[in-house]
């Protein structure tokens, strides 16, 4: 039960700091992804796929 708490805890962390860093990266060319708890789980879900799945949500909206 532990194990998989920090498994959580981990992809939590690593799907924030994808997102601050995507949205470092591109921010200069005026496309933000807000960090909530809703873009946290996607892609702590779905990893890479699912901060593509963000960017391309962001074109199509």
């Given at each position: 039960m532990v194990n998989l708490l920090i498994k959580v805890v981990k992809r939590i962390i690593v799907a924030f700091f994808m997102l601050y860093g995507l949205n470092?990266?591109?921010?200069s060319l005026n496309i933000v992804i807000p960090i909530n708890i809703i873009t946290i789980f996607l892609v702590g879900l779905l990893g890479i796929p699912g901060l593509c799945t963000l960017v391309a949500l962001f074109f199509v909206l």
């Open positions: 470092l990266i591109i921010s």
